[in-house]
């Protein structure tokens, strides 16, 4: 892994650097990190061979409505020498796939016949098709060179938890995927305060020195109310403790992206439409008209309909005698009997029922009893075993360690 470290040339004005916390809330920083993996393909790398200079070089753009015959035409490409390429190869055929805006290059000899067509798919790969000495075309694409940065971020949480991100430096991916995350320990829609500190350790990926886009959360750490959140990525792609105990519940604490929430649980709440007080047993979510929200958990759904102030509503049945509901909805995407997972879209956010606006109110349900869908204590996943879990612990212990002093820093700057 190809680091880029930001060492002064004098050990002594390091030190003196670090006394006057140099490092600035919302920079980038990279640092040298010992990590473990697999978030990107090791393929081989390919150079792109030298452009021919005797060939004359033209580019056509793919327009709307364009059809790969007619872009070939653009460049008096023929019919037959066009079918001879896309017969080439498997690789060849990704020229089947074209979008408007995309160039194909083709080299042309003096006489006008087709030697070389280049055609750049992604910022790694481009389709090289050569022609032979036999007259024949042979098709390849090539790969880039892929160079992983390790760098962090960190922040504070003054206002909302999204705007704090962007300021600090994430991007509206990575703050979605650090949500989920820690969506099984936090609800962001309600949970998160002023003064709560998060750090994100992530790769950002470049291809010849040119960034190419951002690659996983190698590891995160957030501070919720005083309650420390950590989470590492193991070589399978998922995310574990800091000591490799599980991360994933049987439940998300949240079943709808986080945007802000107008009613917490409250068994005493003066309801906005009746005036008097009537139990408020779960969460309203209010989010854009539409908005998908997900199950909570595993389960299957045992009523799906529309009923009075309810509107239209799903209650899923889950182990351990616990139900969850999902009421005011703008529309249903499953019916009773149906087999759900985690995560699997069961509705739309609406306005349906007895309701002042567009909002989801959910409730957790366990024996009959409602419970706060934001404390209830929720079983935790499988965690790491045996040796395995003793190697993830190491290095885990070495990427926490980064971003509690990166958060230190940053910490000490905004005071």
Do not use: C
């Amino acid at each position: 892994m190809s680091v880029l470290l930001l060492i002064p040339s004098d050990p002594a004005e390091a030190s003196k650097d670090s006394e006057k916390s140099s490092l600035e809330i919302g920079k980038r920083y990279s640092l040298a990190v010992p990590v473990v993996t697999d978030s990107l393909p090791q393929t081989q790398a390919t150079t792109l061979p030298q452009e021919d200079n005797s060939l004359e070089w033209v580019s056509v753009e793919v327009k709307k409505g364009d059809v790969l015959g007619a872009v070939f035409r653009k460049a008096n490409i023929d019919a037959a020498t066009m079918q001879a390429i896309l017969d080439s190869g498997k690789d060849a055929k990704t020229l089947t796939r074209l979008f408007p805006g995309e160039q194909l290059e083709f080299g042309l000899a003096s006489d006008g016949s087709l030697q070389e067509l280049r055609y750049t798919i992604s910022n790694l790969k481009t389709l090289v098709v050569q022609r032979t000495a036999q007259g024949a075309f042979t098709a390849k694409q090539l790969q880039k060179e892929i160079e992983v940065r390790t760098e962090v971020v960190a922040g504070v949480i003054s206002g909302s938890f999204w705007g704090s991100a962007m300021k600090a430096g994430l991007t509206e991916a990575q703050i979605l995927d650090l949500a989920n995350v820690f969506g099984y320990d936090i609800d962001f829609a309600l949970d998160i305060h002023s003064g709560d500190t998060f750090s994100v350790m992530f790769e950002r990926n470049y291809a010849e020195g040119q960034y190419i886009g951002n690659g996983a959360i190698l590891a995160a750490q957030f501070t919720n109310q005083g309650q420390v959140y950590q989470a590492v990525r193991h070589t399978d792609g998922n995310y574990y403790k800091a000591d490799g105990g599980g991360m994933r519940q049987a439940f998300l604490r949240a079943p709808v992206n986080f945007r802000y929430v107008s009613s917490n649980f409250n068994p005493r709440r003066l309801h906005p439409v009746l005036g008097k007080i009537k139990a408020h047993n779960g969460v309203d979510y209010v989010a854009p008209m539409g908005t998908p929200i997900m199950a909570a958990g595993d389960g299957k759904v045992i009523e799906s309909g529309m009923k009075g102030a309810n509107g239209n509503y799903v209650v899923i049945q889950h182990a351990n005698n616990i139900q969850t509901k999902y009421l005011h909805l703008s529309k249903r995407d499953v019916k009773r009997g149906e087999k759900v997972k985690q995560g699997d879209v069961i509705g739309r956010l609406g306005a349906t029922g007895r309701v002042t606006g567009a909002h989801l109110h959910y409730e957790f349900v366990v024996g009959g009893v409602h419970r706060n869908p934001r404390t209830v204590k929720l079983p935790q996943a499988e965690p790491l075993q045996g040796v395995a879990r003793v190697k993830f612990a190491n290095n885990a212990k070495q990427l926490i360690a980064q971003l509690k002093s990166h958060e230190r820093v940053v910490l000490a700057a905004n005071n």
